[in-house]
């Protein structure tokens, strides 16, 4: 890379992304029940994959930020239109193959993980964005064609003040304050206690190697369980999870509790597009661009409020104090009203 970005060079160009894809969540979610899915996605995926190569052609931060918000801008579309499609295609079972979809979040994280650092040390840093973007030129033809609605409809607004739709926003973005300030601080908590490095980066992975799991097994849960009594259970137990955080050192012991947060943080993460479908009905994508923007601002707000803890309490009352905003989520919750 022809520059070196700082932490908080590198801070800044995170949020800024945040910032691009936030911004197009009610747009994306409202032309997406308006238009067809497939070309919703296959526009999304090209955008990504232009900013893709600006990044690797990036020579300045100032560049990397503008490839940066031009890339959120272009995610932002994927997944109502995602919500949607599994809407249209899936009636019958939705949760079970919203559980199939949902294995993409943590896969993605373990993929790039093993595969990122391989590919920059051995060919280029610069051959990492080259990949991503031919991956995305090639999904985005393959998604072309696939429909939704052959005739555009109306746009509707009205979902915006509806009460399901504003408590789902609501919970979500409690939650999301705890996943993201856990993503971003888990692994300087661990070396803080004195765990080496190695163990620290076991640790955290397993958040995501467990959700590998959960997120198919999701669909048969909420068949079995419920939908509103699996989510609110599921962030119960990731909340108690995370009080454990703050009690316990010894590695092993957190390599469990890890495991075990990622089994239900991956529960919850198709939970949520389930009530989605089942709150938005029709307009499913409409109340996903509505509720995302929501969840995804808890990526900007979490890490500032974070920062705000750890400076003035410490890393241990970080986690005290964010298992309680996740049982505020999980009763925020409870007050969604569903028929099931």
Request: proline share 4%; no cysteine.
């Amino acid at each position: 890379m022809p520059f070196k970005p700082n932490v908080q060079e590198e801070a800044l160009a995170f949020a800024i992304f945040f910032v691009g894809y936030v911004s197009v969540q009610i747009p994306a979610g409202l032309l997406s029940d308006k238009y067809s899915g497939g070309t919703i996605i296959f526009l999304s995926l090209f955008g990504l994959s232009i900013a893709s190569i600006i990044s690797a052609y990036s020579k300045s931060i100032t560049q990397e930020y503008l490839a940066s918000i031009f890339m959120g801008i272009s995610a932002g579309w994927i997944y109502p239109a995602s919500i949607n499609i599994m809407n249209q295609y899936y009636k019958e079972e939705t949760p079970i193959y919203i559980g199939y979809y949902s294995i993409s979040w943590p896969l993605a994280i373990i993929v790039s993980g093993s595969i990122l650092p391989t590919v920059s040390s051995t060919v280029g840093w610069q051959w990492g964005y080259y990949g991503s973007a031919l991956l995305s030129i090639t999904i985005a033809f393959m998604a072309l064609p696939l429909r939704t609605k052959g005739k555009p409809r109306k746009i509707e607004f009205k979902v915006l003040k509806e009460r399901n739709v504003i408590l789902l926003s609501l919970g979500g973005l409690i939650f999301f304050l705890t996943y993201w300030s856990i993503t971003l601080y888990a692994f300087k908590y661990f070396i803080s206690i004195g765990i080496n490095p190695v163990w620290a980066g076991l640790i955290f992975s397993t958040m995501a190697i467990s959700g590998l799991f959960s997120s198919p097994l999701s669909g048969f849960i909420v068949n079995r369980m419920g939908l509103k009594r699996s989510i609110v259970l599921s962030i119960t137990f990731y909340g108690i999870l995370v009080l454990i955080f703050s009690l316990v050192m010894n590695p092993i012991t957190l390599i469990i509790v890890s495991l075990l947060m990622g089994f239900f943080r991956f529960l919850i993460t198709p939970s949520n597009s389930n009530l989605i479908i089942v709150i938005g009905k029709d307009r499913s994508a409409s109340v996903s661009g509505i509720s995302n923007m929501f969840w995804q601002s808890s990526g900007i707000i979490g890490p500032v409020l974070s920062s705000m803890i750890i400076f003035l309490f410490g890393f241990r009352s970080l986690w005290v104090i964010f298992s309680f905003i996740t049982f505020m989520a999980a009763y925020v919750y409870r007050s969604i009203s569903i028929t099931e």
